[in-house]
């Protein structure tokens, strides 16, 4: 539904009078090229036959950058990775974030990223207490494990027995995380080097030992980058349960209403998105992330994955009783839902997280349609027909009726 966030995100990071200059920018920059310095990955990921010799290169045997790719492999199957695992991330490196497997690779085009893994910026991968600063394959890819332990665990849970294009696909969305256009434009590199390194290294007779990594992670995990445990997501906290009312959906929120910027708004965006319309609200998560809670009670009626009704993140859709589809969306991975389709949630209920940390999508777009049929409510995204309400008042004139939330 939005495309910005990032410069929200950043914006607010900077304070409020960088905000200004930024936003300005912004509009400067925005016709020019939108990916120019989003994320840590859009130079290399923009341009991915820029190095077409040197990504040739790496099908070779014996060459520089094959064998690097194989020691990225093999790092990660001693992990415990699957065959289809390990291709998966060798894949999103080979084809479109560091074609030419060069160990210090400074991001092409200028961005401030580096690395086989994009470290953004690349003093991120020096700065690591795990780097020894020899930009070697291994010790940039314990790195990547020091860095995003949950991340790595759950995508090895999640490719146990994947295919190696989907696995390329997971890593591209759970780890790289460009923006939505360098996705586009090169999800399907990353899948078909996936294969072919899952091909060239024997991939298909390895399978994933998830102790090893479990027990890596469990070590090392520590602050802000721990995720759920599967086994601990429960769907529902009592606790914070208020049946019947409206809630907003981050504690943070005060109970006078969140505060927005212009294209994080419900309504008119400042001319950011299609029409200049936003269908919702956007909690950036500078300002509000943790626990996502029911703003109402309703049924869990579908959980959308990328790719699906043109959605490029998970959603979350809610309807409830009252008449209302509630969206919940820009889920980077499923392990940030702790719901399930069919669900019965009670105001409050714990819907998911958003992780705080700057990354492009973490944030919560909330949006509240008087349209139950996911399919009509999202065919009007872009249109200010009424289909879709400003959820800002919606939960305020909620929370004033109730009563409730503080
Ligand atoms: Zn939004």
């Not at 003093?123 to 790195?143: G, I």
């Not at 399907?188 to 890596?216: H, P």
């Not at 993140?313 to 309807?319: I, P």
Request: aromatic letters at 10%; hydrophobic letters at 30%.
């Amino acid at each position: 539904m939005k495309n910005l966030k990032v410069w929200i995100i950043a914006g607010i990071g900077a304070g409020s009078s960088l905000l200004i200059f930024m936003m300005i920018i912004i509009m400067i920059i925005f016709n020019v090229n939108l990916n120019s310095s989003c994320d840590d990955s859009e130079s290399a990921a923009n341009n991915p036959t820029s190095a077409t010799g040197a990504s040739g290169s790496w099908e070779k045997k014996g060459s520089k950058a094959y064998n690097t790719a194989k020691e990225v492999f093999d790092f990660w199957v001693k992990k415990g990775m699957s065959g289809a695992g390990a291709a998966g991330i060798v894949g999103n490196i080979g084809g479109a974030e560091n074609t030419g497997f060069v160990l210090d690779q400074k991001e092409i085009g200028g961005g401030s990223g580096g690395g086989l893994y994009q470290f953004t910026p690349y003093t991120k991968y020096l700065n690591d207490p795990k780097s020894d600063k020899s930009w070697s394959a291994q010790n940039q890819s314990e790195v990547v494990i020091s860095l995003e332990p949950g991340t790595v665990k759950s995508y090895l849970s999640r490719t146990k027995t994947s295919s190696p294009g989907d696995a390329a696909t997971n890593w591209m969305n759970m780890y790289e995380r460009p923006s939505e256009k360098a996705k586009e434009s090169t999800n399907g590199a990353r899948r078909s080097a996936a294969e072919k390194f899952y091909e060239m290294f024997g991939g298909a007779s390895i399978t994933a030992n998830e102790s090893i990594l479990g027990g890596t992670v469990d070590g090392a995990n520590a602050g802000e980058q721990a995720q759920s445990d599967e086994e601990s997501v429960n769907c529902g906290d009592d606790s914070t349960s208020v049946p019947g009312s409206w809630i907003w959906p981050f504690k943070s929120v005060p109970k006078s209403g969140p505060s927005l910027d212009t294209a994080q708004k419900f309504g008119n965006d400042g001319g950011f998105r299609t029409n200049s319309f936003h269908d919702g609200v956007d909690f950036g998560d500078a300002t509000y992330n943790g626990d996502i809670h029911a703003v109402h009670g309703g049924k869990i009626s579908k959980i959308v994955k990328p790719g699906e009704y043109g959605v490029s993140f998970y959603l979350v859709w809610e309807t409830t009783d009252d008449g209302y589809g509630i969206a919940y969306q820009e889920f980077g991975n499923m392990d940030d839902i702790f719901v399930k389709e069919g669900d019965t949630v009670k105001t409050g209920d714990k819907i998911g997280v958003s992780r705080p940390g700057g990354q492009e999508y973490s944030h919560l777009h909330l949006g509240i349609s008087k349209e139950k049929d996911l399919g009509k409510a999202l065919g009007k995204s872009f249109t200010d027909d009424g289909t879709w309400l400003n959820p800002v008042d919606v939960i305020k004139k909620g929370l004033e009726n109730s009563g409730a939330g503080d």
